[in-house]
């Protein structure tokens, strides 16, 4: 299929990109993974595209004490950095499994954050990460907690005219221990389950995709966890309000979470052992 008609623009400055954003019905161009897709599929038809691919917005820098990560850094640059690998160790574990080499070559951190797709693994490792992002419109920059951001199904607290700028992180401190654990129908599928987990020091961060149709993290898990009792935490997450589909029902969803917790504390431990 072709998409219904649209007008296309390719700015070079921020301040241009917003004006050309503050428009109605625009939708923002980042790796065209998925919006060009639902586009041919005329699931959107935006009048204006804004492609972003020409502003500033790569780059990743680790300063302070904070990784910040550009909307516009591709799943590849991001699987690869160094300094991702340094900072945020979790998000090369899940980014080894987001689709294949073609798709993280184009495919952005902002567009899949922005996306908000429940079986996405960005999303879940953003939550366990305590990111914070960094939007922008024609009306000023504002921050926005990722526990703020993820509003459920394919929606978030981007408004139209926004433009998602960056994902800041707290540098990992010593003695956290990080886990991607996902369940796939072949690799580099959409995850049937994902469970992403930071585990420190009395503490501990955790957030699912593939199992609730929003992205969260889970308290009582986290509450469970951070007391030492694995089974309290796997009975919380026996409480996830998931999807139901003929293909993979709620319980089916549930029993993987619970699996997929088993192993990620596993690797922890593990880790903890080889530290
Ligand atoms: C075959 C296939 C398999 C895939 N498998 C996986 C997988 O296993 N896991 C996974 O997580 N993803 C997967 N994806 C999706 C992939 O990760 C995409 O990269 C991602 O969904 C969207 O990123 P993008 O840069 O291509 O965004 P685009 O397609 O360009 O945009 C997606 C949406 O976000 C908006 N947007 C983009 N950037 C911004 C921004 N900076 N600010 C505001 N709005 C913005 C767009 O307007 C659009 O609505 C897969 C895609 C394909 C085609």
């Avoid at 703020?148 to 800041?168: C, R």
């Avoid at 993979?248 to 690797?267: C, E, K, N, S, Y």
Wanted: net charge neutral; glycine share 8%; with cysteine.
């Amino acid at each position: 299929m072709k998409p219904a008609r649209f007008d296309y623009a390719r700015p070079t400055t921020l301040a241009e990109a917003l004006a050309l954003l503050a428009q109605p019905d625009t939708a923002v161009l980042a790796g065209g993974q998925s919006l060009m897709p639902m586009m041919n599929l005329r699931v959107a038809r935006p009048a204006l595209l804004v492609d972003i691919n020409r502003l500033p917005l790569a780059g990743i820098t680790l300063a302070g004490g904070t990784l910040r990560i550009g909307a516009l850094a591709r799943h590849a640059e991001v699987l690869a950095s160094p300094l991702v690998a340094q900072a945020a160790p979790l998000l090369p574990q899940a980014l080894a499994l987001v689709a294949h080499a073609a798709i993280r070559n184009r495919g952005t951190l902002g567009g899949s954050l922005s996306l908000a797709d429940p079986a996405a693994e960005l999303p879940a490792c953003m939550l366990a990460l305590d990111a914070t992002f960094v939007v922008a419109s024609a009306q000023g920059e504002r921050r926005i907690p990722a526990g703020d951001f993820f509003h459920g199904l394919y929606s978030t607290a981007l408004a139209p005219g926004d433009l998602l700028l960056a994902a800041e992180l707290p540098a990992a401190k010593p003695g956290w221990r990080f886990a991607f654990q996902e369940v796939a129908r072949r690799h580099g599928d959409f995850a049937m389950a994902g469970l992403a987990l930071a585990l420190g020091p009395n503490a501990a961060r955790l957030a699912l995709c593939g199992v609730e149709p929003g992205q969260r993290r889970q308290p009582a898990a986290e509450a469970a966890l951070t007391a030492g009792d694995l089974p309290a935490a796997l009975a919380a997450l026996g409480r996830a309000e998931a999807m139901d589909s003929p293909d993979l029902p709620a319980a089916q969803r549930i029993h993987l979470a619970q699996v997929l917790l088993r192993r990620a504390v596993t690797q922890t431990e593990a880790a903890d052992a080889a530290a």
